[in-house]
C-alpha cells in the first residue's frame, strides 16, 4: 500500500488549496478514503471520508462547508478541496486508507503534505 500526497503549501487567510493523494498497491476503488490532519504539538484529527463509490461523504464540523472531498476511482486519486483557509487549519494533511475508525487506527497513512496558513 503506498499513498502519495502532494498540493501543500503556505497560503494566506481565506485563500484556496486543493490536495492530492494517489494511491497504489491495492484495490482503491473498493476502500472508503479519508483525510487527517496533525498539527504541531497535537494530536490527529479526523477531517473528512469518502465511500469507495464517492457517492457518499462526511466531514468535521472545524471544516464542513469550506472542505470538499473527492475521488477519481479510474485514476486511483484522491482529492481535498480547501477553500476560506484559517490559521487553525495549519497542519500536516495525511491521506489514510479506511473510514474514520480505520483512518484514526493508523492503518494505512502516507506521509503527509504540509498546509501552512499565515499572512
Known amino acids: 500500500v503506498q499513498l502519495v500526497e502532494s498540493g501543500g503549501g503556505m497560503v494566506q487567510p481565506g485563500g484556496s488549496l486543493r490536495l492530492s493523494c494517489a494511491a497504489s498497491?491495492?484495490?482503491?476503488?473498493?476502500?472508503?478514503m479519508s483525510w487527517v490532519r496533525q498539527a504541531p504539538e497535537k494530536g490527529p484529527e479526523w477531517v473528512s471520508t469518502i465511500k469507495a463509490s464517492g457517492a457518499s461523504t462526511y466531514y468535521a464540523e472545524s471544516v464542513k462547508g469550506r472542505f470538499t472531498i473527492s475521488r477519481d476511482n479510474a485514476e486511483n486519486t484522491l482529492y481535498l478541496q480547501m477553500k476560506s483557509l484559517k490559521p487553525e487549519d495549519t497542519a500536516l494533511y495525511i491521506c489514510a486508507r479506511g473510514d474514520e475508525i480505520a483512518a484514526m487506527g493508523r492503518d494505512y497513512w502516507g506521509q503527509g503534505t504540509q498546509v501552512t496558513v499565515s499572512s
Open positions: 498497491g491495492f484495490a482503491f476503488s473498493t476502500y472508503d
